[in-house]
Structure formats: C-alpha cells, structure tokens
C-alpha cells in the first residue's frame, strides 16, 4: 500500500502525441499545471512510442507527423541536414514541446490499474498513487503487440520477433524471413528485408493497394468508419483495411524486384519453418509478426468499460467519451489513433471532461 496519495482533478495517463495535446489544452482551459491535472508517462524520455521506432523509419518514410497544438516542428528539429531518424526527431520535439508549455509531466510513472476509491478514480503506480476526478487515457498501442497464436509455435527453433523488436534487416543477413502481416509495417519490413536476403510474405486476406497517395477525403472517409465503429462498441479495427496500402515508389520498386509476392497465411510452425494446410512447406530461420498492436487499456480493466466483445461503447464529440463512466476519455484510440487524430481528439476531451467535471 503506497503511503502518499496525490490528488489532481485530471490525470492524463500516457504522453505521447494524444497525452501532449490533451495536456496542452487542459492548460489552455485554465487549469492550473501540477494542480488541477497531471501527466503520467512509462517511458524515461519524451517521444511516446516514437522514440522505440526502429532506426530506418524516418521523417521522410513515416506517413506524416502532424505538428502538436501550438508549435512547429520545425521550431524544434532542424531536418534539412538529411534523412532525420523518426525515434531521435520527434523526442527532441516532443521535449522542447514539453517545456515551452511547462506540462506537468512524470516520468517514468507506469499506471499498474485504475479503479473506483470513494467516487473518485484512485491510480496505482509503481511509484505513487493518485486519486483523481477524471481521466484522459492516453496510452497508446505500442505496449501491447499482437502476436497471434498458430500451433507449433514453441517448437520453432528459430527466431520469432514482433515489429516493436525490428531494428535493422543487415540482422538476418544469410537467414530466410518469413514476414508475417498485411499493413503499413509489414510492407515496410519486406521491403528493406527483401533487399538483403530471402523473404517469404504470408497475409490472411489478399492485401489492397492503390495507387498513388491518401487524398484527405479517404483519411476523413476512413475516420469516420471508425468512428461509427466505436460509437457502436466494436473493436475499432485497422485504418489501412479500410483504406488499402499506398503503392509508394519504394512498393513499386519492390514489387518490381518481385517481393511482393503474397502466400496466403500458414495453418502452423514447425521446428525449422511454417506448412499450410496442403502439406507444402517453407524452412526459414526467422518469422517476423508484423500483426500490429492493441491498444493499451489493461490497467482500466477493473472499471469495466468493455461490453462483452471486447469493444467499448464511446461518445461525446469525436467519440473520446467513455459512455458507461463519462469520467474517462480515451484519446489516441480508435478514430484518433493517428497523429492528426490525437490532436483534435485531445482538444475534444479536454473541454468535455473540464465541463463536465465542472471546472470550467
Ligand atoms: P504513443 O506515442 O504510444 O504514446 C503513449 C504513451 O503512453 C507512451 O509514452 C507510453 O509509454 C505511455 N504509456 C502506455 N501505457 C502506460 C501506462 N500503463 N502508464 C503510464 N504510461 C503509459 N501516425 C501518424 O499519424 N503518422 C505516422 O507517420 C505514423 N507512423 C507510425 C508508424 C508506426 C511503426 C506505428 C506503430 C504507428 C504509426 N502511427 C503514425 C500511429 C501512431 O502510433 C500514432 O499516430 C501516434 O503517434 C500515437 O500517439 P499516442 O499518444 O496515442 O501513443
């Protein structure tokens, strides 16, 4: 039992783009930093799951990073000297970020569980507790990747690793890789590992590309899927099967060299490869799940926010609002779980949780 208790009206769980942005706004209402919410963040450092992105993810191969409320980036990261590394540019940004704005952030604060303590929410750390009167769920995905469960997996000899392991493709230099996934990183993996040695490429469904680039009609067209979704308390699902992968000159490129060359998925994992249900096989050293992320929401388990599918049921404005407990606001999740997204969303949840917990 932790001694210390501290009280806030908000604690913002996470500071990453959805954490920053709702912060910046509770500051912008008014409230007072440190007293009336604070943040509490698991990483060490400022850059939210950005700075564990894998080295060869750069400015210029990252879909686009939206500048936060209020600043540029460009204000904090000189790019113009070259290709900027995403894990090392966008923390530098986020931190000057962080102190312009003088957000009351602790770190490294891991929330173990939330619950109900006398109508208020109490906060377990692994430092100290905080009890507080609303909460702004910024947590991300990155923490929890999805690795889904074939047969024969523990009897692989091999090396298997999820996209939040990846570094760099020159690690499976004179190995063949059997890449798992259908999205963005999956694509993004094949392509660099592809380049070094043999891949095999397995997807469940047959992926969708499209030509040329998203047209913000299907960025708004896709958002507003999920946020249909949401609102209706399904599991949010992906942007990208929504949209279908943008065919870049690098996808084309690889498509040219012919890795793009898609297997449909294996039925289970052998000692030294993967076989499909008609008995063929492929050997290979290593599999790469690229199977995406869930989001971060174990610690909320004892509110019981989720319906009995998995989903959870949201309101408000632009769907941040929990519908069971209007005391909770999840940001970054669902129709914000984008950097343009988390943006608006932490602005929406900022001003509907300050007004409902009558602080403004
Ligand atoms: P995060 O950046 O993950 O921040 C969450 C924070 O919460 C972290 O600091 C984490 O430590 C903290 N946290 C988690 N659990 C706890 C806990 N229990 N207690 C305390 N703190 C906790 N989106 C785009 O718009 N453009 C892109 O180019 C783009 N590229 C992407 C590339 C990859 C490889 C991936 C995986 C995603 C990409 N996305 C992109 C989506 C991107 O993740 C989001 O847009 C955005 O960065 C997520 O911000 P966030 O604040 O929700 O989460």
């Given at each position: 039992?932790?001694?210390?208790?501290?009280r806030?009206?908000?604690v913002?769980?996470?500071?990453?783009q959805?954490g920053?942005?709702s912060?910046?706004?509770l500051?912008?209402?008014g409230?007072?930093?440190?007293?009336?919410?604070?943040?509490?963040?698991?990483?060490p450092?400022p850059?939210?799951?950005w700075?564990?992105?894998?080295?060869?993810?750069?400015?210029s191969?990252?879909?686009?990073?939206?500048d936060?409320p209020?600043?540029?980036?460009s204000?904090?990261?000189?790019?113009?000297?070259?290709?900027?590394?995403a894990?090392?540019?966008?923390?530098?940004?986020f931190?000057?970020?962080?102190?312009?704005?003088?957000l009351?952030?602790?770190?490294?604060?891991?929330v173990?569980?939330?619950?109900?303590r006398?109508?208020?929410?109490?906060?377990?750390?692994?430092h100290?507790?905080f009890?507080a009167?609303?909460?702004?769920n910024?947590?991300?995905?990155?923490?929890?990747?999805n690795?889904?469960?074939?047969?024969?997996?523990e009897?692989f000899?091999?090396?298997?690793?999820?996209?939040?392991?990846?570094?760099?493709?020159?690690?499976?230099?004179?190995?063949?890789?059997?890449i798992?996934?259908g999205g963005?990183?999956?694509l993004q993996?094949?392509?660099?590992?592809?380049?070094v040695?043999?891949?095999t490429?397995?997807?469940r469904?047959?992926?969708?590309?499209?030509?040329?680039?998203?047209t913000?009609?299907?960025?708004?067209?896709?958002?507003?899927?999920?946020?249909?979704?949401?609102?209706?308390?399904?599991?949010?699902g992906?942007?990208?099967?929504?949209?279908?992968?943008?065919l870049?000159?690098?996808?084309?490129?690889?498509r040219?060299?012919?890795a793009?060359?898609?297997l449909p998925m294996?039925?289970?994992?052998?000692?030294?490869?993967?076989?499909?249900?008609d008995g063929s096989?492929?050997?290979?050293?290593v599999?790469?799940?690229?199977?995406?992320?869930?989001?971060?929401?174990d610690?909320?388990?004892?509110?019981g926010?989720?319906?009995d599918?998995?989903?959870?049921?949201?309101t408000?404005?632009?769907?941040?609002?929990v519908?069971?407990?209007?005391?909770?606001?999840?940001?970054?999740?669902?129709?914000?779980a984008?950097?343009i997204?988390?943006?608006?969303a932490?602005?929406?949840?900022?001003?509907?949780?300050a007004?409902f917990?009558?602080?403004?």
């Amino acid at each position: 039992q932790a001694s210390a208790v501290f009280r806030a009206d908000i604690v913002v769980i996470g500071a990453g783009q959805a954490g920053l942005s709702s912060a910046y706004h509770l500051g912008r209402l008014g409230l007072a930093a440190g007293r009336q919410f604070v943040v509490l963040d698991r990483n060490p450092t400022p850059g939210g799951a950005w700075q564990h992105r894998w080295p060869s993810l750069t400015l210029s191969t990252v879909n686009r990073v939206h500048d936060l409320p209020g600043m540029q980036f460009s204000e904090a990261v000189d790019t113009s000297a070259g290709e900027a590394r995403a894990s090392e540019a966008v923390p530098q940004y986020f931190a000057s970020y962080e102190r312009r704005y003088r957000l009351p952030i602790y770190r490294p604060v891991t929330v173990k569980v939330v619950c109900e303590r006398f109508g208020r929410l109490r906060i377990e750390t692994d430092h100290e507790a905080f009890s507080a009167r609303g909460i702004i769920n910024a947590t991300g995905t990155w923490e929890t990747p999805n690795v889904p469960v074939y047969p024969g997996s523990e009897l692989f000899k091999g090396r298997q690793l999820h996209t939040r392991d990846y570094r760099t493709a020159e690690e499976f230099a004179g190995k063949h890789v059997v890449i798992v996934g259908g999205g963005i990183s999956a694509l993004q993996h094949l392509d660099e590992i592809s380049k070094v040695v043999d891949t095999t490429w397995v997807t469940r469904s047959e992926p969708r590309f499209r030509e040329g680039s998203f047209t913000p009609e299907d960025g708004r067209a896709a958002v507003a899927l999920v946020e249909d979704r949401v609102r209706r308390g399904l599991i949010p699902g992906s942007v990208v099967s929504v949209t279908g992968i943008p065919l870049t000159p690098a996808l084309q490129a690889a498509r040219d060299r012919g890795a793009l060359k898609r297997l449909p998925m294996f039925s289970e994992i052998t000692e030294d490869g993967v076989r499909w249900p008609d008995g063929s096989e492929q050997k290979a050293d290593v599999i790469l799940w690229a199977t995406g992320f869930r989001s971060s929401l174990d610690h909320l388990g004892p509110l019981g926010l989720r319906e009995d599918n998995g989903g959870i049921v949201m309101t408000g404005r632009l769907a941040t609002q929990v519908k069971k407990d209007p005391r909770i606001h999840l940001v970054g999740y669902g129709p914000s779980a984008s950097t343009i997204g988390a943006n608006r969303a932490g602005s929406a949840a900022a001003r509907e949780l300050a007004t409902f917990l009558g602080l403004i």
